[in-house]
């Protein structure tokens, strides 16, 4: 169920088990693919995990994810801009501050709650925004005020052991793509992303990232081998990540607040 595709009447009779923001960023993905790629595959993975929750096989002796009596997972608009101003050397790229970001994800969060959506998972696709959501998911659930649940989720931490190969408009973000959205991959311009790019994120030394902008380490803003990125893999992807969220959205759905405000 999309809210941005439902009337305000089909919101208030819906029977929802908790809500997903997608949340992404405009920046540059390499010569290859759009600076709207964190968005699209962050709201790909929502989508299709609530396809997944309202298709579920009826398993009365499962969890929260498998309840037959449970409802549906809304599908909140992306948030297109966000923690991104580590690529500003490419032309394109959007940014916010973090306090902004926190505040635009929280407030947004508070207007779901407002209308009994008091279970929400940010659902995120932009390694930038990991400490902001972070911090905003446990302001939220710890302040009383709003009323409200949430917690933040990374769909390519969640996708097992291909999760060490997400790179930077490689080979994960690039098979995301071709599977949910290949038209908006410039099949002609892989070869370059992966000759121009990099194998690392940043420049280490003893631990610490001496590089505080991608283009400090890579000359066209890619990181890992997005040639490696197929339709095939993105498929398994989406498969896993949506999979995963569908199991952090049921124990969402089923938690309850009072511990993290102070309860016993």
């Known amino acids: 169920m999309k809210l941005s595709e439902a009337t305000w009447t089909e919101i208030r009779d819906a029977e929802v088990d908790a809500a997903l923001l997608p949340v992404g960023s405009t920046e540059q993905h390499g010569p290859h693919a759009p600076l709207g790629t964190d968005a699209l595959t962050a709201e790909a993975v929502a989508d299709a995990a609530a396809e997944r929750w309202a298709g579920r096989e009826t398993d009365r002796g499962g969890d929260a994810a498998t309840d037959p009596d449970g409802g549906d997972l809304l599908v909140a608009p992306p948030v297109h801009v966000g923690v991104a101003e580590e690529h500003r050397a490419f032309d394109g790229t959007l940014w916010v501050s973090p306090d902004t970001f926190r505040a635009y994800v929280r407030e947004t969060v508070e207007s779901l709650a407002h209308h009994g959506l008091d279970r929400v998972v ?107 990125g197929t339709a095939a893999l993105g498929a398994e992807l989406l498969e896993r990540a949506s999979e995963a969220l569908c199991d952090v959205a049921g124990a969402v759905a089923e938690r309850g607040f009072e511990r993290h405000r102070g309860g016993r």
């Open 122 to 228: 940010l659902v995120n696709g932009h390694g930038g925004n990991v400490e902001a959501l972070a911090e905003v998911a446990r302001r939220v659930s710890r302040d009383g005020s709003t009323n409200a649940y949430a917690v933040s989720f990374t769909w390519f931490e969640a996708v097992g052991e291909h999760a060490s190969r997400m790179g930077h408009g490689g080979p994960l973000e690039t098979a995301m793509l071709r599977h949910v959205a290949p038209e908006l991959v410039r099949a002609d311009r892989v070869a370059e992303a992966r000759d121009g790019g990099t194998d690392r994120w940043g420049e280490w030394v003893r631990g610490v990232n001496l590089a505080h902008d991608s283009d400090e380490f890579t000359e066209n803003g890619v990181v890992g081998d997005p040639n490696e």
